[in-house]
């Protein structure tokens, strides 16, 4: 099954797609520039859906929901959000359809023109500063914190499946608050809340960051981000949190009475991840053979493959598997048994390595009669033979959490190599080409030198680092003043 | 806060709305027929969802997600199907927007038309159906039991709150199978599940019973349904389950190889519930009061309200709480403790009544000094003084099943009084009238005798229901002969 997977070295962007469709993960669907994410995708996502929501909650934020639609109108309220999402948006124009009269089947109804067209929203600011504008009357309605797990569209021209599609999932966090302090707060802290879920589980080493003003988001006073490091030495920008000023409350006129009893503008943040988490996961851990999944975001973090000739062997391997199977799940391990009999044990040995399942298990006769087992990890291919015994799902356990750390070192360690610090624009191209990874170079700080880089280079500034030293230096382009490295990348 | 509700006997119409605002459930959007689901409302439905997304789990289904988007032209494929959703459905003509060079602010670019209009889903067999063709090759593939959370459009002229809007949220399974008994099955277990759900979480008796023709999902060669009585004697249908028989596989032309090596259409199934059933709760057992949320739907079980006149009492009745709450936390219980400064108690009373939390506990001085506290339910209002000793715990844990039973008592109850027996059509009329509720009329099997009822009376027959008793007997409008007795009612 896995046979024939590209090799990465050879096309990792073939290599990428194949690995997405032949796992199972999500594949192209019939109508442009959407996916279908399959089950076992879409099993992975829940997992990175529910560490999330679990992280938002215990920073105080509650769900609610808001409308899928978005008057055209209430786009163009903030000047530069309309020019950031006007051109890549579905347009809903008529609510009804009809039988041609002429024969030509079904046609749109001409008399069932909207008088205002309906955006499918690309991100929900408007519709949900239209809403805050009610909800917010006075400092005691303050802080308001809330997320939105929902769908989205920007019409792209170019997709790729989970990096960048027509409609995608995500979650957008969008609280309002009486100070400008508590609002950079709070951006800070949900890209902290970001940066430990991406390290934590999806064993992925990220760089905390500020935009530029070119990649700022379209109404936003600052836009942080994590940025990740793929293994072609592309990035990937993995989350952002915007601190959004009094930008949206003042487009949409959200005032408060302070605590000192005057008439305030509200301070917005906005945040969030999508399922272009599930490329950056795919991405940064897999290889040649399949998906390498942490475990901790693995559906199953353990599969069970019995190995026999006959049926009381299989009955007797069962016995076994079935007392094993249930202290793994007692302890809290998710464990599939695969005992078809419509497959062959190397058939499914290749499928879930293919899969990225953490930890096989092989049970056979010979195990039976030295009371062991055969247990295979997915990230450095080992087997090794352990003994069923008193100790075995500790070991099991601790083994899982030995590979979490390891994924994350090996994601870790590659970085460190690839991290590269040069002086001189020509240094910086040669770089790029030859090697890739982030660059960290000086520059004057205008958009035009950014510009200008990303014309010959295809690089852009990814960020400036939050826990960048100050150093002074001149930009490698005009030879400028620099205060601070920042870092360029070729990206996702 | 709740003393303006008005009363369901003068006006249950607008009793719900108020409720349903007042409550923090939802609110009417700026957009047309969408809903806004407030932070307390979508507490709620997560608990739904919770519960409905691991029954669906434990009977074998799992998750994927499949397009917002449905080409026209696969609408059209299945033509029950495009004659039911065709009329109110939102379409997308457009992929942008741009500058009016006239001046006229942001417009359609009328460049960016698509060349196939998109149909925001209604409701998702088409697209799914279109993929499962390149799913299924073999009946190794089958059973495909696949479920989807997410939103769908339904271009509704007049909306309510929950029980009809433009946008709402649901889930809908879509399944695949090798025969008709097999499919038949899923349709009858997904039923189960959904009464299951609907009288074990929501407190709420449903009948099951299948559709008549004229009531039939569009696409269905049956439909199943379980039906709800609300308070004013009208009937919900409260979820569906269809059983596609091979409309859609022939459609989409999905065939599979068989055991016996033949190739036969597959055969399918399709079954949801929505937000609506945030309607259902709400007008199934609320009072005067506000809200009335069974325990096992209830985002917070337990509220506790201190009663204090100095900081030092504050803090006295705090160390006690503490514990009192830690020990409720570890039984499972959710529980909120309101100590803020901002409200007086008897506020918070009113406002914890009119958003349904099952358990009120109130703490003051007198109480620290007699070892007890106030417990107040909220399905009775009954309020009792008990010691806070050793037993606590269970007692509330108890308190808190008795109320679940007492909530689906009541409902199960009053639905008993409400199902009335009648003879004749007059019979039937004044019953409707003056009654309301259930009525169990002999019935031709005819549409136009369906249709003639539904126009004089407003009444349509909600099922043929499942458990129902042969009974021969003579239409009460035609005097043609019936076998069995079926269910009218007014409905939502």
Chains 1, 2 share one sequence.
């Not at 709070?186 to 589980?201: G, H, K, P, S």
Request: glycine share 6%; net charge negative; charged share 30%.
């Amino acid at each position: 099954m896995s046979k024939g997977l590209p090799k990465r070295s050879e096309d990792y962007s073939l290599w990428y797609n194949e690995l997405v469709k032949r796992a199972d993960l999500a594949e192209n669907s019939p109508v442009r520039g959407c996916m279908v994410i399959k089950p076992y995708g879409y099993a992975i996502w829940e997992k990175m859906q529910q560490e999330l929501d679990r992280m938002f909650k215990e920073t105080g934020h509650s769900n609610a929901y808001f409308p899928l639609f978005i008057p055209k109108s209430y786009l163009s309220k903030e000047a530069a959000h309309v020019e950031g999402f006007a051109k890549e948006c579905a347009v809903v124009t008529h609510y009804r359809l009809k039988n041609d009269e002429n024969g030509g089947g079904i046609i749109v109804d001409p008399e069932a023109k909207l008088e205002e067209e309906l955006i499918v929203r690309p991100t929900s600011e408007t519709v949900i500063w239209s809403t805050y504008k009610n909800w917010i009357q006075s400092y005691r309605d303050l802080p308001l914190l809330i997320n939105q797990w929902a769908n989205v569209v920007r019409w792209e021209m170019r997709t790729r499946l989970f990096l960048r599609t027509a409609e995608f999932l995500w979650q957008e966090g969008h609280t309002a608050h009486a100070s400008k302090t508590e609002a950079v707060e709070e951006t800070v802290r949900m890209l902290d809340v970001y940066a430990e879920f991406a390290e934590t589980f999806m064993a992925l080493p990220v760089i905390k960051g500020v935009k530029t003003e070119n990649e700022r988001f379209a109404g936003a006073e600052d836009t942080y981000c994590i940025e990740a490091l793929m293994q072609d030495g592309k990035a990937l920008q993995a989350g952002t949190s915007h601190f959004l000023g009094q930008n949206f409350a003042k487009a949409f006129d959200v005032k408060f009475q302070s605590k000192e009893g005057g008439l305030e503008y509200v301070w917005g943040t906005s945040w969030g991840v999508s399922t272009r988490l599930m490329g950056a996961l795919i991405m940064a851990h897999s290889d040649d053979n399949g998906l390498v999944l942490p475990p901790n975001l693995a559906p199953n973090k353990v599969v069970v493959v019995p190995i026999y000739r006959s049926d009381e062997e299989k009955e007797q391997i069962n016995e076994v598997t079935k007392e094993m199977i249930s202290k793994l799940r007692k302890a809290g391990i998710s464990v599939k048994y695969d005992d078809r009999d419509t497959h062959k044990p190397g058939w499914k040995f290749a499928e879930y390595e293919l899969k990225g399942v953490p930890v096989r298990i092989a049970i056979g006769p010979k195990d039976l009669e030295n009371g062991t087992v055969e247990v295979a990890r997915r990230d450095t291919l080992e087997k090794s033979v352990i003994p069923l015994n008193e100790e075995f799902t500790t070991t099991i356990s601790q083994l899982l959490e030995d590979m979490q750390a390891n994924i994350y070192k090996k994601a870790h360690d590659f970085r460190a190599g690839m991290i590269t610090k040069v002086e001189s624009y020509e240094e910086f191209k040669s770089v790029l080409d030859k090697k890739g990874g982030f660059v960290l170079a000086h520059w004057d700080g205008t958009p035009e030198t950014e510009e200008k880089v990303k014309d010959e280079t295809k690089a852009t500034i990814r960020c400036i680092p939050l826990d960048g030293e100050e150093e002074a230096g001149k930009c490698m382009v005009t030879g400028k003043p620099s205060k601070q490295r920042v870092i360029f990348a070729r990206a996702y």
